[in-house]
């Protein structure tokens, strides 16, 4: 709530025979306050309660948020109130959406006069512009977030968001031209020949028998468990257990912004601490392939029970840009088409869901239950529909036997 005044000062005479002074005003708790003044003459009083008077304005002036640029505003409530309450990953895409899309179309206008014409605006701009859905409705939501803050704390006298819905995919994608294919049509996957192409390149040697890419068991690990790439980043060699033929998942590695305090400072810096989720926390079981990715990578380069199985040559953590672009480099080498780190965790759900044909017919595959568990999800419904590629070809003939 902004400070206002409620009188512009009373001037009176007291019985000591000097002049007092009083001026009204409400604080910013909404609690009714007054300034006195004293002095040996009425003019005296007066100056006194004009001088105050117009400072107090300046400041509410100062102070009023309606008043102030976008940009500065936004910032401010980024840095004062976003900051702290989530991950850093979480800021640095919300100050990345704030910096990239809306300071671009609205930074300079003062924020009490941005209307939904303005907000609509610059959706639509983003949208005819080719951006992506997820772009543009990032931006929505940090708008959302930060109206519905200056609303709630009355430093904005009508929310603009009010009224304003994110459009629906389907309409967006198609004022885009684009086909609104369903979630589980978009997953990208390596087929079986992609696979055995991506093996060859990522283990080829050069001619005096030293391998080309480092690491390149990390990336059939993977495949092979279905882990994240900063739960296998973060995983340390304590972690694993061949006997039992298990690892847990303890702990993740994230690439977030450098920052000094909350400011941005040039560069990228590796952060390790809890895994995404409280169901990412897990034991995850190996199969053979696993198991012999492990001793591959071991065999490359070991530091010790504590210390990363997939660690730089220092015995630190690799970073996830690091291991990113080798993965690129093995997908140009072997003529396929590129595809992001996480299609090797879409490969392995989905083949444990589509399951794989038997010599008697028959298909054997893991429910979207167990097949969420073994990923760290919480529901069946998110494996299914984001991260199973739908294969209704490994069916074919499995109704034999069925006829009515």
Not at 211 to 221: D, E, T, V
Request: positive net charge.
């Amino acid at each position: 709530m902004q400070r206002r005044l409620l009188t512009n000062g009373n001037a009176f005479k007291r019985t000591d025979d000097r002049w007092g002074g009083v001026v009204w005003y409400m604080d910013e708790h909404g609690e009714r306050k007054r300034k006195s003044f004293s002095g040996t003459t009425k003019a005296e009083v007066n100056k006194k309660m004009t001088d105050y008077i117009a400072d107090f304005e300046k400041q509410v002036v100062e102070s009023d948020e309606s008043q102030k640029a976008l940009q500065d505003s936004m910032q401010n409530w980024l840095q004062v109130f976003k900051y702290p309450s989530v991950e850093q990953t979480t800021y640095d895409r919300c100050e990345c959406s704030a910096k990239n899309q809306i300071y671009p179309l609205l930074g300079d206008k003062p924020v009490g006069d941005i209307t939904a014409a303005d907000i609509k605006n610059l959706l639509n701009y983003w949208m005819n512009k080719g951006y992506a859905y997820t772009t543009v409705k990032k931006a929505y939501v940090v708008l959302n977030e930060y109206f519905r803050y200056l609303y709630r704390e009355e430093l904005i006298p009508k929310n603009p968001m009010a009224n304003i819905e994110m459009m629906k995919k389907s309409n967006f994608l198609s004022t885009q031209d684009k086909e609104n294919l369903p979630e589980c049509e978009m997953v990208t996957i390596f087929t079986p020949e992609e696979i055995e192409k991506f093996k060859a390149e990522a283990f080829s040697t050069f001619k005096d028998g030293k391998r080309k890419y480092q690491q390149a068991a990390a990336y059939i690990l993977m495949l092979n468990t279905g882990l994240r790439t900063g739960e296998l980043l973060g995983l340390l060699n304590a972690d694993i257990d061949l006997e039992k033929k298990t690892l847990i998942v303890r702990q993740g590695v994230k690439e977030v912004s450098r920052r000094k305090g909350t400011e941005f400072t040039s560069g990228r810096e590796i952060k390790v601490g809890k895994p995404k989720s409280a169901t990412s926390k897990r034991t995850v079981p190996l199969n053979r392939t696993a198991v012999k990715m492990i001793e591959d990578l071991r065999r490359e380069a070991y530091f010790g029970e504590n210390t990363p199985l997939v660690a730089d040559g220092n015995g630190g953590y690799t970073k996830p840009v690091n291991l990113r672009k080798r993965f690129y480099r093995i997908l140009k080498a072997a003529g396929i088409e590129q595809k992001g780190l996480h299609s090797l965790r879409h490969t392995f759900a989905t083949n444990l869901v589509n399951g794989q044909k038997q010599a008697d017919g028959t298909i054997k595959a893991l429910s979207p239950r167990q097949v969420a568990d073994l990923l760290g999800h919480s529901t069946s419904q998110i494996t299914e529909l984001y991260y199973v590629k739908k294969d209704t070809a490994r069916l074919s003939g499995i109704t034999e036997g069925f006829e009515m």
